[in-house]
Each structure stands twice: as C-alpha cells, then as structure tokens.
C-alpha cells in the first residue's frame, strides 16, 4: 500500500527538548526560533514531579505560546505507572503529537492508535516514534509500515542515542561512526513509508563546533532535522537543515527551465550542461517551498 506524503512537509529542522517540569524554560519557548518543541514527561521529570509536569502543560497549551510550531509530547510507557494519565492528557490538549519512548514493536505504535481512535482523539493528532532500542533499530521497517496498516497516525521517527548507546555498548566518540549503520536502517524505513525522521540529541551544548559537525553528517544521512537540549543550538540546526543559498538558487534554475514553453513535452531537460529530470523538478519544488514557509513564519513572529 502506497502512502502519500503530506501535502505540506511541515518544517522540523531544529526540535527543542523541553522538561516539562521546568518553568522557566517553559517560559522562553515562544520567543525561540525553533521549529517545534518536544516536550518532555518522560526521563527529565522525576517520579515526584510526573503531575506537576502535566499541569505546567495544560497551562502553556491553555495560553498557546507556540503558534505556528509544533507541539509534541514526550510521554511515559504506556506500561508503567504514568503512561496512562499522560495520553488522558494528550486527549486533553492536543498537540500536533504524541512522542513514544522506547518503540521496540509494530506493536507499541498499534496499542496507541487504538487508544487514542477510542477514545475519539481529534484526527490530526499524531504520533512519534522513539526509535532508542536495539530492538527497535531492527524492528524499524516493521514499525515503519504500520503506518500503512493497523497506525496511520505514525508520522514520524526520533533517534535516540543516549539509551541506545547504553544498550548497545557503543561508546559516545565524534564522528559517530559506529553508528551510522544503526542510523541509516532507521532513516531508510522511515523514508520507504513517508515518516519524517528526527537526528538524536548532541549532549555537549558548549561544543559549537562538535554540534555544527553532527547536524551536517544528519543531512547528508537524510534526517529532517535534529532533536536539541538548548536554545543555543537552535540556530545551527535551522542553517544546516534548511535550504543553503546554492541549492535554493540552483532549484531555482531547475523550476524555471522547466516552465520554459519549450520544456513542457520533455522528461529531461539540459541545464547549463547538466541532464536534469522531472524528478529533479519535483525536489526543487519541495525546497523553494521550504524556503517560503520559513520566510513566512518569520514574518508573522
């Protein structure tokens, strides 16, 4: 069953992690250049503070500082003690989504889709995946294709390294090397059922140049953008993710000479030397309107 991708990609270059138990990080989101936030019930609240998290939410969505961001929760296993009241809490508030830890199954993703269709969750309420298993890096095809199947709400996958890290063994070194054949199974999957795909966290915030290193290796991997832990990256992650002014130009080139009368009966056209085809149309169409939607945003912040 073939997929379709959304009419409009939303924009996920730079995803900030927020603790939801943190007030005043809460409190300087709307005024961040982010394209959306995550925010976090999960590893960075304590077992004491899982209400007082979830009531810092509801006042944040009740004042809807976010505007044209999107919003994700990162909730608790369904299995444990605060899974539950955290999706009572996305039926609540609905985000744009909701964030799953630990995805190892098909399963896991299923469970969810049945609970939130039951319990008649608006349509557009979507779910994440955490893809920070062993498990589920070999499940991800599999996980993948439910959004094809049982979880049409499956819109997108997140890596996470920390937890993977700690379950395979594979120290943190730069670079990443040895993990890149764990990462490109995940990207792969995500891309053969049109999923968006989300870079892990960088955990050093005062290496600039460490950070700037990572989000150019995740694009050339093909992730959409990356998982932040601090404002300061979020400039980094917006230029490495977004459109570079060469490529921008170029996809210019490419949608002009294609609208040229001359070209509308041809596959392949010849640009400056270069065989270029309709399926090249296509990306430039994609990037120019990426560009346009972040001179939008910005306009209307």
């Known amino acids: 069953m073939t997929i379709p991708l959304p009419t409009v990609t939303p924009l996920r270059r730079s995803l900030l992690s927020v603790p939801s138990i943190n007030q005043r990080a809460l409190d300087k989101i709307h005024a961040l250049d982010c394209d959306g936030v995550i925010f976090d019930l999960e590893d960075s609240v304590s077992l004491d503070d899982k209400q007082r998290a979830r009531d810092n939410l509801r006042a944040l969505f009740r004042d809807n500082l976010l505007r044209e961001r999107e919003a994700v929760i990162r909730i608790n296993p369904?299995?444990?003690?605060?899974?539950?009241?955290?999706?009572?809490?996305?039926?609540?508030?609905s985000p744009n989504a909701v964030a799953l830890p630990k995805v190892d199954t098909a399963a896991d993703v299923?469970?969810?889709?049945?609970?939130?269709?039951?319990?008649?969750?608006?349509?557009?309420?979507?779910?994440?995946?955490?893809?920070?298993?062993?498990?589920?890096?070999?499940?991800?095809?599999?996980?993948?294709?439910?959004?094809?199947?049982?979880?049409?709400?499956?819109?997108?996958?997140?890596?996470?390294?920390?937890?993977?890290?700690?379950?395979?063994?594979?120290?943190?070194?730069?670079?990443?090397?040895?993990l890149v054949p764990l990462l490109m199974p995940v990207v792969l999957a995500a891309r053969a059922y049109g999923l968006g795909v989300i870079d892990s966290v960088f955990n050093d915030f005062r290496d600039a140049d460490g950070f700037e290193a990572e989000c150019a290796q995740?694009?050339?991997?093909?992730?959409?953008?990356?998982?932040?832990?601090?404002?300061?990256?979020?400039d980094a992650a917006n230029r490495h993710f977004g459109p570079e002014p060469e490529a921008l130009a170029e996809a210019e080139a490419v949608i002009a000479a294609f609208a040229a009368p001359e070209a509308a009966s041809l596959n392949v056209i010849n640009l400056h030397g270069r065989m270029v085809e309709r399926l090249h149309l296509v990306q430039a169409e994609a990037l120019v309107a990426q560009a346009r939607r972040i001179a939008e945003r910005k306009a209307n912040q």
Request: negative net charge; without cysteine; charged residues 25%.
């Open 218 to 234: 995740g694009r050339d991997m093909g992730f959409d953008g990356k998982m932040l832990i601090h404002p300061a990256q979020i």
């Open 78 to 93: 369904l299995a444990g003690a605060f899974g539950r009241a955290d999706l009572d809490l996305m039926l609540e508030l």
């Open 110 to 178: 299923e469970a969810v889709q049945e609970l939130l269709d039951r319990a008649g969750a608006a349509s557009d309420l979507r779910i994440w995946a955490m893809m920070e298993s062993a498990l589920g890096v070999l499940n991800a095809g599999s996980v993948a294709a439910a959004r094809a199947g049982a979880a049409p709400r499956l819109d997108a996958f997140v890596v996470g390294l920390n937890d993977l890290r700690k379950e395979t063994g594979i120290p943190p070194r730069a670079g990443r090397q040895t």
